[in-house]
Each structure stands twice: as structure tokens, then as C-alpha cells.
């Protein structure tokens, strides 16, 4: 068409019947940022009794569909009850494995002694779950385990399996790996004459390779990958494909967040081996609840929050159990955590929840191993991956395929200062104006087809700490 300002997609410059024709064009009409709803991809095993096939994707809405697809009782079962607990709106898809070929069970024992001069009950408790029976005076250490046994039997979501000999119950994991070693048991009998002594899981071995399945979800754009594993090999990959998918190329941001129960020591030294900018570790030491539970409670508080630079400071984790006083992390035990990228959870000032201290990445150095804190901020990395899908949208949306000029160039830069400006006003990003002399948009020197673009991005900081001084006068 030969018009200055006017350009025609469908209606041909050689019409010669007469007529008024009229086309629409849309690609003017969004104005808005694009939403940033949280996909969250949440992985684990699952039981033979469960209806969905390993590496099958499948949307889950609830704890009773979990229970179906994986099996009751099932990893991801409890993980999906976990995760919708934690956030009830949860966008949450899962895909489960089979245990390892070579995997081994973890296992434990709960030893009864009686019989019973007196009535009482027996309680035993696996994670936060509780089994427990009845005994009247007289009951044998065989009766009392046989009882416990059927009581369990009646509990298919257990994590654990029981079998009784004589008045000794063994407990082994459900699914095979050495994630199962981290089921913690506990024993007590408030029956005279009755005494229940437990002894921790273990034994497991070998969890199973995630590498295939995130091959498989690699086009699938998750915002947030939870992962149950703290094994090495295991992070790294997920490491390498939260980089590989939120790279240059592929553009689809991601991250991913894990969970360990245990000690100081534990948890800096796995931080310290995945260092990655994308993948947060929580850490919480002396609770029942599962590690993989942690996880998937952690990842749901993290995929709640679609504002990407809106810290996560003080955001509880409902369903969590409180560790004991004497388990507690320190302050001084808070800082050094957070200063070998480890997300600290807390006990609340109310005593009775656990939340975020503060979502930190586990990257700490670059890759001179120098100390670096460009990415420690798990919002840095979000709001850059929110920016870039802000202006990839918008000039997917302006110029879908347009003819390189120089007007051309002068609409790219507006069209960006345009998201960038909205950006800054919903307090994502700020110093637009004073960054936009930094906004380069050239043509490039070796391509004739195409537009280079440098973005100034001063991410919004999170208010992490107040600090002042009361003078005092007398």
C-alpha cells in the first residue's frame, strides 16, 4: 500500500472492484504488563497402586486426586497434600518416577516390652503422623505390636510400611532411595509395665535419576520446579536445566527450590555444591515433618508471591511442625545459613508456625570462586526473568513482523521504555528515567536483519534491614 502511516496486513494494495474494506488490527491493543501467574512443576515417585504412569505429566486439584494418580501414602501424594496446604491456590502439575532399579528401602524398628500392669496408650509417631492404640492391663509386648500394626494397616497414607514379630515392629519406607532415611520415628507408652523404643530409618539407597524427566518438561515453561532430592547428582541437573531453559535462547525462566531437614553443616555444605542462582534450599532442623514435605510446603509460599521482587521475609508454611527450642537455628546460626545460600525457615513470633527468614538463591561465587552477591536475592532473578518476559511480549505483540527502518528502531525504543516505565510504576524495577540514556538500540554491524538492544535494569531491592540510633536525653 502506498501510504506514509498507514500499513495493511490483509487487504492488497492491486484491489481495483470498488468497495470500503476494513481490517483489525490487535496488535496495539495490549497496553498492560503480561500476567505472571506461577506454574509449579512438582516431581517425585510414585506407588505401584497409582493410576498415572511415570513421566506423565498430570494437573493435580487435590490431596484425593494425588492419592489416586500416585498412590496413597505415595511421595508425591503427600507432597501435592503439602503443597496445597501451604497455598490453596497452587498451580500445580506433577510428574512421577519409579523407584531406582537399584534402589534399597530405608528401614527402622519400634521394640515393645510389656506386658502391661496398668492401662494406658502406646503412641508412635512417623514424620508427623501418629499411630496409636489402646492397652489394658495384662497386653503383651506381641499383643501391643500386633495391635499397632493393625492400627497402621488402617492409615494408607503413611510414608512407611509395618510388619510385626513377636513385640518388634519393623518400619520400612514405602518407596526405595536414601531419601527415606529422613523419615523420622519416635516411640513413647504412657501404659505402666510398656515400654516402646524406636530406632532412626535407615539403609536407603540410590533415589532415582531426574535427568530424563526434565528432558522431558524442558518446552513445558514451569516457573517453579520443586524437587524432593538433596543428593548432588540430582541438583546439578536440575541445576543445568534451570540454566539451559533460562538462557538466552530458550527464555523460559525458572527456578527451583528443595528442602533439607538437618543440621548447619548439612545444609551449607549442599548449598555450597549447587551454587545456582535459580535454586533455593531451605533449611530446618528437628522437625517430623518429611524433608520432601518441606519442599513442597517451601515451594508453594514461593510460588504464592507473583509480585517478582516482593521479598518473601516472615511468609509462613502452613502445616509445618515446630522444632524443639533446642533445635531452633540462632541468630548467629541464621546468618552464617544465609551467608553460604541457605534459606533459613524460623519458628514465628506466635510459637506455633515456621516461615521464610529471607528466600536467598544458593549462589554465592562466580565462577572464580570469588564472592558474589549480584544473584543472592532469589526476587533478582525472578524480576529479571519477569522483564525480559514483559518486553519479549510486547514486542511480540508491536512488531510481528515488521520492515527494518530507522522509524522502525525509534518505535522499538518507545515500545520498550513503555514496559519499562510500567515496570518501575508497579515497583519492579526503578531509575527508568535515569537509566535511559543507557537504553541502546542499534542496528546490527554483521546482519542486516537485525536489532540490537542493551536494557538498563535497576531491580527494586527488597527492604530487608532497618537500621538506626536512639539517642537518649536526660
Partial sequence: MASENIRFDHISASIRKPGKYFEFNTKLAVRTLPANDQRVLCIGQRLASGSVAELTAVQVFSDAEAAAYFGEGSMLHRMVRAAIRAHPYIDITCIALDDAAAGVAASGTI???GPATGTGVVTLRVGT????VAVASGDTATEIAAALKA????????????AANAGVLTITARHKGAHGNGIKLAASSSAAGVAAVATAMTGGEVDPSITDLLALVADAAHNLLITPYTDQV???ALREHLDFVGGPLE????CGVYALVGTLAQATTLAG???SGRISGAAINGVYRLPWEVAAGAGAVVASEEDPARPLNGLPIVGMDVPDIGKRWTRT???VLLKNGVMPLEVGADGTSVQIVRAISTYTKDGQGIQDVSLLDLTTIRTLDYTRKAVRTRLALRFPREKLTTRTEAAVRSEVLDVLFKLEALEIIENVEANKDKLIIE????DANRLNIRIPVDVVNGLHVIAGVIDLYL
Fill in 234 to 236: 540430582n541438583l546439578l
Fill in 111 to 113: 521394640t515393645v516390652t
Fill in 151 to 162: 492400627q497402621a494397616d488402617e492409615q494408607p497414607d503413611l510414608p512407611v510400611a509395618f
Fill in 251 to 254: 527464555q523460559r525462566g525458572a
Fill in 333 to 335: 546460626e541464621q546468618e
Fill in 129 to 132: 503422623e501418629l499411630v496409636q
Fill in 273 to 275: 555444591s549447587v551454587n
Fill in 443 to 446: 542496528r546490527d554491524l554483521q
